[in-house]
């Protein structure tokens, strides 16, 4: 088959998957041939032999299995990462949250950050590529995720600046912190999720019967362990709930916007 009857062949397969169809079929295709899309777009008129992995690829992609886990990577701020379904993929409003923490960091020497819910590693990883005189300490409670951000340190070459825990929330760590950061999971138990968010991890995505639960239990520990600062994402639905929850506590909680104009973070500051 010729390069461009394969790529409209297979992208009907995916018209209810995928907005861009075309663009999935080449990305997979590319992939397997070790070439670029365009390449394929150059040479749409030449005769090839699929691939022996393209049918089984297509078929994962056909039952919503995300792109990313079938190439084994994402991108997140410009980089590539590892990824497998023992985490959740990067989203790209995430890296808004990775700005807040720099931001915050920028104003201390030599601060003390720890991410809780680390998963592929991400946040810990563009905060050390950022920070370059911050500690960072990424806590997972999943060994399987923690594998995965590992991989992901040593690729991006700051393993040593990184010091990865297997636990739950801040146990294991007893060193003062500056900046408290976390993307845990936030969405409510009965909430229906979409078919690719299906393959994703339940642990990275289910925060609880109503959803805010780790974040109310972060908040806690925040007020409990005098740290500077504490930067979290959270659902776009989740505002009133944490502003009330932060008032009881006594502290006061400022908001972030993703891209869309949604409530999509917060982040609370010691009172000076
Ligand atoms: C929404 S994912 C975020 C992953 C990554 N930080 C990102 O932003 O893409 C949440 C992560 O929190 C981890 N997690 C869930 N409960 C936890 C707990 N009690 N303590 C530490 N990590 C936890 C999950 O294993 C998962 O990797």
Same mark, same amino acid.
């Given at each position: 088959?010729?390069?461009?009857?394969?790529?409209?062949?297979?992208?009907?397969?995916?018209?209810?998957?995928?907005?861009?169809?075309?663009?999935?079929?080449?990305?997979?295709?590319?992939?397997?041939?070790?070439?670029?899309?365009?390449?394929?777009?150059?040479?749409?008129?030449?005769?090839?032999?699929?691939?022996?992995?393209?049918?089984?690829?297509?078929?994962?992609?056909?039952?919503?299995?995300?792109?990313?886990?079938?190439?084994?990577?994402?991108?997140?701020?410009?980089?590539?990462?590892?990824?497998?379904?023992?985490?959740?993929?990067?989203?790209?409003?995430?890296?808004?949250?990775?700005?807040?923490?720099?931001?915050?960091?920028?104003?201390?020497?030599?601060?003390?950050?720890?991410?809780?819910?680390?998963?592929?590693?991400?946040?810990?990883?563009?905060?050390?590529?950022?920070?370059?005189?911050?500690?960072?300490?990424?806590?997972?409670?999943?060994?399987?995720?923690?594998?995965?951000?590992?991989?992901?340190?040593?690729?991006?070459?700051?393993?040593?600046?990184?010091?990865?825990?297997?636990?739950?929330?801040?146990?294991?760590?007893?060193?003062?912190?500056?900046?408290?950061?976390?993307?845990?999971?936030?969405?409510?138990?009965?909430?229906?999720?979409? /078919? &690719? =968010?299906?393959? $994703?991890?339940?642990?990275? #995505?289910? +925060?609880?019967?109503? %959803?805010?639960?780790?974040?109310?239990?972060?908040?806690?520990?925040?007020?409990?362990?005098?740290?500077?600062?504490?930067?979290?994402?959270?659902?776009?639905?989740?505002?009133?709930?944490?502003?009330?929850?932060?008032?009881? /506590? &006594? =502290?006061?909680? $400022?908001?972030?916007?993703? #891209?869309? +104009?949604?409530?999509? %973070?917060?982040?609370?500051?010691?009172?000076?």
């Amino acid at each position: 088959m010729r390069i461009k009857e394969i790529v409209v062949h297979y992208a009907r397969l995916l018209k209810d998957v995928s907005d861009v169809p075309q663009k999935e079929v080449m990305i997979l295709l590319a992939e397997l041939l070790r070439k670029e899309t365009s390449w394929l777009v150059a040479h749409g008129d030449e005769e090839i032999v699929l691939p022996p992995l393209f049918e089984e690829w297509m078929n994962r992609r056909t039952r919503y299995e995300p792109l990313e886990y079938i190439l084994e990577r994402a991108e997140f701020y410009a980089k590539t990462f590892y990824v497998d379904s023992n985490v959740l993929i990067p989203r790209p409003e995430t890296e808004l949250l990775v700005d807040k923490v720099v931001e915050e960091a920028r104003a201390l020497s030599s601060p003390v950050i720890v991410e809780i819910g680390t998963g592929s590693g991400i946040i810990a990883i563009m905060t050390a590529h950022l920070l370059p005189d911050a500690s960072i300490i990424a806590v997972d409670i999943s060994g399987e995720a923690l594998k995965v951000a590992k991989k992901n340190a040593r690729l991006h070459g700051v393993e040593d600046r990184i010091e990865f825990i297997e636990g739950s929330y801040l146990a294991g760590i007893h060193r003062s912190i500056d900046i408290l950061v976390s993307n845990p999971p936030y969405i409510a138990l009965n909430e229906p999720l979409g /078919k &690719g =968010l299906s393959y $994703e991890p339940s642990l990275a #995505l289910f +925060g609880g019967e109503k %959803g805010n639960e780790m974040l109310c239990r972060i908040i806690d520990l925040y007020a409990q362990h005098e740290i500077k600062t504490l930067v979290c994402e959270m659902g776009y639905d989740q505002r009133i709930a944490l502003t009330c929850y932060a008032k009881q /506590k &006594g =502290l006061e909680i $400022e908001f972030y916007q993703d #891209l869309a +104009g949604l409530d999509r %973070g917060f982040w609370i500051k010691e009172q000076k």
